[in-house]
């Protein structure tokens, strides 16, 4: 957010377009920065999260309230640099209102005559005959004869616009490296050496209030989810939505060893039982009979504190680092727009101590305790993994429905991949940093030209569309666009910061591995417990770890035209030949 223009790395872009021209390549693309660098990226945090009217969504990996303050201590200082920025110009234009004024005087003259083609086309027409030729003459001997007595006025304003341009070239200069210097500062503050960066903006009492509600908010253990091409995910969990898959299998009662017995006693002895186990059979349709009963949380609680050992100190392994485990309820997109933004004010406690209670949490509670047919609003338990710095997340949401005899244990995997290139930036030190400080006032010089020729181009504009007559539908034009930017500020769907500095993949080589094999991990685990507390409650297993196995154990071959049963991410398994471009998913 307080990144800037390159304008030395632009310099240079200049000089190979040159070069391209002059041997006949492709010219090259001047740097710029883009929509996830600057003040584009400050406007729509402003804009999505900090000023929408929607609760933020759960940044996993990802500080939000020190972005928010970030962004409005960016925002504060573009227009304190907008500020001095008209005052340098104002005091230049009243130090030297002469000079001003030749300067956007020439400034058109340049552009109609030169830039414009004009005046190449009067000496075109003036030399196409000789009646054309004289009306030129006459006309040049006409501006020469009012230009001639203002002469000495002329020169002193050309005079003093050499002074007004020194002058404003200089002051604008001064602030522009200030502006960069400041910026530098900001970067240098979240330093590794800084234990306790600031989370909250100065002397922005509004702001302060805003993303401390944010960050309590954000902490209420809901996620939005919503249909993306085809595929269902959860917003801010990731944008590699990986297919979701589980077994569903029937309960049914496991054949012990005395199972056996007990059948060849009955076929030795065929005389029919009575009482009340005759009527417990009956009444349970005979294939539940032997089954422990339990409900849905008792299984999720017995899976999170397996999950839990994953990060600790496992004897037969390494342990699994950066693991969590959280649970969260799932809502709809359309339902997330509704939902409480602002936490509630503590009673008999101070202005600004809010009530971190969560608006859903009887909601969550009941969620695991009934039938979850006809609810959009379901509980899951989510096991995280944080690897490479922070850069590669990775989660897998697992929701058990118990409900007609059967069970549906379903694992939903996201993958949160690092951040795009333009995104990144970090603090320099030593002699970096004093290169970058040295380095400043050539850049912002650079600040300056680039003004220059944003400030000509509006005047030209703006010129054109009086001349034109076209002002009145200029101004309408420029009111549609602000109400249209005003509709577009909060449109009420959930959006995450951290997603959309992102990409949508992770692209190297070992990230893609290891995000695979975590996801591996955690399903293996899952799966493994939900059948070990399957078993231990009296239910046949058989068909639930074969289907288990079969979301576990997918092949996926890059490189090679055998034709294998391949699981796609975004759809079902089929049969089908790999080809080289194939991306090598688990």
């Known amino acids: 957010m307080h990144e800037r223009v390159n304008r030395i790395g632009q310099a240079r872009d200049l000089m190979g377009q040159w070069q391209d021209r002059v041997r006949g390549h492709k010219a090259r693309d001047m740097r710029h920065l883009g929509p996830l660098a600057g003040e584009e990226l400050v406007r729509w945090t402003l804009d999505n999260v900090l000023s929408a009217r929607k609760r933020p969504v759960p940044s996993f990996g990802f500080s939000l309230p020190l972005v ?33 004024l030749a300067l956007v005087v020439m400034a058109l003259l340049h552009h109609y005559l030169l830039t414009a083609g004009l005046l190449r086309a009067l000496l075109r027409w003036g030399f196409s005959s000789l009646v054309s030729l004289l009306l030129v003459i006459a006309g040049g001997y006409l501006a020469w004869s009012q230009v001639q007595p203002r002469t000495p006025t002329l020169m002193f304003a050309v005079q003093d616009s050499v002074a007004a341009a020194v002058w404003t070239t200089l002051l604008l200069t001064v602030v522009y490296t200030m502006d960069r210097w400041t910026g530098l500062a900001y ?45 269902n995910r959860f917003v801010g969990a990731g944008l590699d939505a990986w297919r979701a898959g589980g077994p569903r299998i ?37 294939e539940t009979a032997g089954i422990r009963k339990f409900e849905a949380d008792e299984l999720m609680a017995k899976l999170r504190v397996e999950l839990e050992r994953l990060s600790g100190v496992l004897v037969e392994t390494h342990a699994l680092p950066h693991c969590d485990i959280f649970e969260t309820l799932a809502v709809p997109q359309s339902r997330w727009k509704k939902l409480p933004r602002k936490p509630g004010r503590k009673p008999d406690a101070p202005r600004r101590a809010f009530d971190d209670a969560w608006p859903e949490a009887r909601e969550m509670v009941e969620e695991g305790r009934r039938a979850p ?37 379903v694992t939903r995997p996201h993958v949160m991949a690092p951040l795009e290139d333009e995104a990144r930036s970090e603090s320099a030190k030593g002699w970096e940093l004093a290169k970058k400080i040295l380095l400043t006032p050539v850049h912002a010089l650079g600040d300056t030209v680039a003004l220059a020729r944003r400030s000509h181009a509006g005047l030209i504009r703006t010129l054109s569309v009086v001349v034109g007559g076209l002002f009145g539908q200029f101004a309408q034009q420029q009111a549609a666009a602000v109400l249209d930017k005003t509709e577009k500020k909060d449109n009420g769907e959930p959006v995450s910061l951290r997603e959309h500095c992102a990409l949508d993949a992770p692209e190297d080589m070992h990230q893609v591995e290891d995000a695979a094999r975590h996801v591996s991990i955690l399903q293996s685990r899952m799966f493994s417990t939900v ?33 294998v049963n391949t699981g796609t991410m975004h759809g079902g398994q089929e049969q089908s030949v790999e080809n080289s471009n194939a991306q090598p998913k688990g």
Not at 384 to 407: I, N, S
């Open 373 to 409: 047919s006809g609810h959009h609003s379901r509980r899951y338990l989510a096991a995280q993994v944080v690897d490479w710095e922070g850069q590669v997340v990775v989660t897998v949401f697992a929701h058990a429905a118990l409900e007609g005899k059967t069970l549906h244990f």
């Open 250 to 286: 029937q309960l049914t009662a496991a054949r012990r060893a005395n199972d056996a017995e007990d059948k060849e006693q009955i076929g030795t002895n065929p005389t029919p039982t009575s009482g009340p186990s005759a009527e417990a059979n009956v009444s349970s349709g005979g």
């Open 68 to 100: 928010l303050t970030h962004s409005v201590a960016a925002q504060r200082q573009r227009r304190l640099r907008g500020i001095a920025m008209a005052g340098v110009v104002s005091l230049v234009a009243v130090r030297h209102p002469w000079g001003a």
């Open 187 to 231: 970067l240098a503050s979240l330093g590794p050496w800084r234990k306790a960066p600031a989370t909250r903006p100065r002397l922005a009492p509004r702001a302060r209030a805003r993303i401390a509600e944010c960050e309590v908010s954000e902490r209420w253990q809901s996620i939005p989810y919503r249909k993306e091409d085809g595929v």
């Open 531 to 563: 059948g070990a507390f399957l078993d231990d409650h009296g239910v046949d297993t058989g068909d639930f770890r074969r289907q288990a196995q079969e979301v576990v154990t997918k092949i996926f071959i890059n490189g090679d035209h055998n034709q």
